[in-house]
């Protein structure tokens, strides 16, 4: 199975900060369709997941433009800038390329 | 307004079997296929596997195959996934979410059940 790597396990970050969170696969992601299944998710307390980045880098709709997903093969990134507490929860990268799919460990962003 | 509406609050015994459902609303069920994902408590999420309700057909994670069993009703739009055999290790939040091939991602999730295992 695939397994994603995410770093840092948690972040605490000041309003208005940058933070950045790392998700490394065991094995590239790219599909011999070309598309790369890299998704990232967001788990605000108490709630279920919601969509922010698919694709790698494609905001889902009422994404805001905050929100930064890069990355290529194996190592991506979610760069989520002018952090607001509206952003804090567990952040989570999911690949679909491989079957069986699966989620990263989890990073956890706390407001400082 | 698409809608995933869960199933309530599951306990089960030891060695039993419990079922939950997710109906769908506000879009054709046949164009999605939905996803099961697991959430341990306090701990991070375990994709299940999906079932496509146009044809039936279903993938599982390994180690859901002997666990999870995903159905799905087209005449409710509804899914449903049974978990046999319980144990302590299944005592989770169970999360459903469509997922489509032209756009591959989990764009809406329901609100979770728990299912607690205990005697």
């Known amino acids: 199975d695939v397994v994603l790597t995410q770093t840092p396990v948690s972040l605490s970050v000041t309003l208005g900060d940058q933070a950045s969170i790392s998700c490394r696969s065991s094995q590239s992601l790219e599909y011999s369709d070309g598309y790369t299944y890299l998704e990232w998710y967001l788990q605000k307390p108490g709630q279920s997941p919601q969509l922010l980045i698919y694709?790698?880098?494609n905001r889902f709709s009422g994404v805001p433009d905050r929100f930064i997903g890069s990355g290529s093969g194996t190592d991506f990134t979610l760069k989520i800038s002018r952090v607001e507490p509206e952003d804090l929860g567990v952040y989570y990268c999911f690949q679909a390329t491989h079957d069986p799919f699966t989620f990263g460990s989890g990073t956890k962003l706390e407001i400082k | 307004e698409v809608q995933l509406q869960q199933s309530g609050p599951e306990v089960g015994r030891p060695g039993s079997s419990v079922k939950i459902s997710c109906k769908a609303s506000g879009y054709t069920f046949t164009d999605y296929v939905m996803n099961w994902v697991k959430q341990s408590p306090g701990q991070g999420l375990e994709w299940i596997g999906w079932?496509?309700?146009?044809?039936?057909?279903?993938d599982y994670a390994e180690k859901f195959k002997k666990k999870a069993t995903l159905t799905a009703d087209t005449s409710s739009s509804t899914a449903y996934i049974q978990l046999s055999s319980l144990t302590s290790e299944d005592t989770a939040t169970y999360f459903c979410?469509?997922?489509?091939?032209?756009?591959?991602?989990?764009?809406?999730w329901g609100q979770g059940v728990m299912v607690t295992v205990s005697s």
């Open positions: 694709g790698v880098s």
């Open positions: 979410a469509r997922w489509a091939y032209s756009s591959p991602y989990f764009d809406y």
């Open positions: 079932i496509d309700p146009e044809y039936g057909s279903t």
